[in-house]
């Protein structure tokens, strides 16, 4: 962190400060934010697109396919209805787990952008 002088007053500000405390001049600095309850959404009916929200393309890969395997299941329902329970079941249990991680991850993101 560093100071800057306002352009327009010549008040030293932080090099992060989005505006001038005194004049209210914007710096031009933009903090760009993700709305974690975004990503958790997407992450709860889609398992990936939270992922590619959030940027972490590596992770939405690999949660596609398990996405689109989790699909092809369901339109191919096993005859044993124990196993399509348990089924849906740990599908239930996976959007709760990727829509926590999902909002966990993007708080992350966000404290790292005002970090820069
Ligand atoms: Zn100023």
Do not use: H
């Not at 600095?29 to 974690?36: E, M």
């Not at 992770?59 to 348990?86: A, C, H, K, W």
């Amino acid at each position: 962190m560093a100071l800057i002088k306002c352009t327009e007053c010549g008040q030293e500000i932080s090099d992060m400060a989005t505006a001038c405390p005194k004049c209210g001049r914007p710096t031009g600095v933009v903090v760009k934010t993700k709305s974690p309850s975004v990503t958790a959404i997407l992450n709860f009916f889609f398992w990936f697109l939270g992922y590619f929200y959030l940027g972490e393309y590596s992770l939405g890969i690999i949660f596609l396919l398990i996405f689109i395997s989790g699909v092809i299941d369901m339109f191919n329902p096993p005859s044993n209805i124990n196993i399509l329970i348990l089924g849906y079941i740990i599908g239930l249990f996976l959007s709760l787990l990727l829509a926590n991680d999902g909002y966990k991850r993007t708080k992350r993101y966000n404290e790292a952008q005002f970090k820069k």
